[in-house]
């Protein structure tokens, strides 16, 4: 790394203690600015990248609710506004029980970047809490999020913050955050949070919008070597929403998914993972992915061991969470002939992982480029509601793949500028990088 980088990122680990997975979100950003600020140290001599990995503003809040037993729980929530040099803070909130400052802080600055690159006037933020919905009743989950939105409701709105989903957080809890946070401010503030119900001002392909956009990306990283997702193997891991639609994309481009997971194991389906099931037992069921196997009868395999990427792919999707392939996982995907890793969820890859396939010459398009086709469908929804307008799911869906298509060329062309041919990582990190710091340095010192 660059010495003056080098002394940033000193600076983070010093300044940011035990928040491991935001340090390597950071590292593997400054990790391609060298260049960058070779060309140009105006970002060096204004506190540019300083300024960047310190967060605007910070919220760490009680969440008390009581649950079906009558007992009083407490959780922690959060809320990290990143940078909003170009736009009011945008990200989701995750419910998970390992979420921790930390987390929030490294998906908040991932969001700065691949917000960036949407080319959206969106900023970067993100938040959620430590709670666990999993085996929680439909009223247990609602008043959680009541009790989490009589806290964030001051901190957000849709000139200022505009959380949305993440894992643990889908319709259902946007639902009811959205119904308190009316409650409370006495506003039908539609464009406050995305991810709604299409009745009451969501937009057409947010849902699938994650998925789709990956599998968008992917086609066009293929097409940059004249291939195509067409008789292509793939495998996914994760099974929720991003998973689903990136399954359910592929297959309409031609390929076909062989295998998908959750934390309990994973399955092999030859034939291509049956949709209509999968989404029967996931969505509707809140059921796993044992239960699928069970309906799908002999011709599936399932394991509890070991890992789906074990499983002989061309393209392989990691659409689960954080740190989810490490090095003997790459060793294995590269030993099976994978020839691209595309990341639908954020920072899936070990930096190991991201070495072993550099040098093996994988494809790799990095999470902040790959799937920033749900957060810009956000700003879609953002800008129907500013509007009052609804599209029709057709021209949501053609603005999601030209976006996809921009990201992807802007990534390419970057990297081309700055001497990384073909690195997609350069490419993602530089263009994001530049945009927000001249937005930055055009605002004076704020
Ligand atoms: N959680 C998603 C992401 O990681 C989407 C955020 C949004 O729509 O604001 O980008």
Redesign the pocket.
């Known amino acids: 790394m660059d010495e003056k980088l080098q002394d940033i990122y000193d600076e983070v680990l010093e300044r940011n203690p035990d928040e491991d997975v935001f340090h390597q979100a950071v590292s593997e950003v400054l990790g391609s600015l060298g260049p960058v600020v070779a060309k140009h140290p105006q970002y060096t001599d204004a506190a540019i990248i300083r300024r960047m990995c310190e967060p605007e503003r910070q919220v760490i809040f009680r969440v008390p609710w009581i649950d079906d037993d009558g007992r009083v729980q407490v959780n922690r929530g959060f809320r990290v506004g990143f940078n909003s040099a170009l736009g009011p803070y945008?990200?989701?909130l995750?419910f998970h029980p390992s979420v921790y400052l930390g987390t929030v802080k490294f998906?908040g600055f991932?969001?700065i970047f691949?917000n960036s690159l949407t080319g959206l006037p969106i900023g970067g933020g993100?938040g959620g809490s430590d709670f666990d919905p999993k085996g929680r009743s439909d009223a247990e989950v609602m008043r959680f999020c009541q009790a989490f939105m009589t806290e964030l409701y001051r901190h957000i709105g849709e000139h200022t913050d505009?959380?949305?989903?993440?894992i643990g957080v889908g319709q259902r809890e946007i639902g009811y955050l959205f119904g308190q946070y009316k409650k409370i401010t006495n506003r039908f503030e539609a464009g406050t949070l995305?991810?709604k119900g299409l009745s009451w001002g969501g937009s057409r392909v947010?849902t699938e919008a994650?998925g789709y956009g990956l599998a968008f990306f992917a086609q066009r990283v293929l097409e940059a070597s004249n291939e195509g997702l067409d008789g292509k193997r793939v495998v996914v891991s994760g099974s929720g929403n991003v998973a689903i639609h990136a399954i359910e994309k592929v297959h309409q481009l031609g390929g076909t998914v062989v295998g998908c997971s959750d934390s309990g194991g994973y399955v092999v389906d030859e034939a291509g993972i049956d949709l209509e099931l999968l989404k029967q037992v996931k969505l509707v069921d809140r059921g796993r992915m044992s239960d699928y196997a069970d309906q799908r009868g002999s011709k599936v395999h399932h394991s509890d061991q070991g890992s789906v990427w074990e499983v002989a792919c061309d393209i392989a999707l990691p659409c689960a969470t954080q740190n989810e392939v490490d090095a003997d996982e790459a060793k294995a995907l590269i030993d099976n002939g994978c020839q691209l890793v595309a990341e639908g969820a954020?920072m899936p890859l070990t930096p190991a992982a991201v070495d072993a396939f550099a040098e093996a010459k994988v494809a790799y398009a990095p999470g902040k480029a790959a799937?920033?086709g749900?957060?810009a469908?956000?700003a879609l929804e953002m800008q129907q509601n500013a509007s009052r307008d609804t599209w029709t799911f057709e021209h949501t869906e053609q603005r999601l793949e030209e976006i996809m298509g921009n990201i992807h060329d802007r990534c390419l062309e970057t990297a081309e500028e700055y001497g990384s041919p073909g690195d997609y990582v350069a490419g993602a990190n530089i263009a994001g990088f530049i945009q927000v710091a001249d937005a930055m340095l055009a605002q004076g010192v704020i």
């Open positions: 945008k990200g989701g995750r998906l991932e969001q691949k993100k505009v959380p949305a989903g993440d995305t991810g947010r994650t954020n799937n920033a749900g957060v469908t956000s």
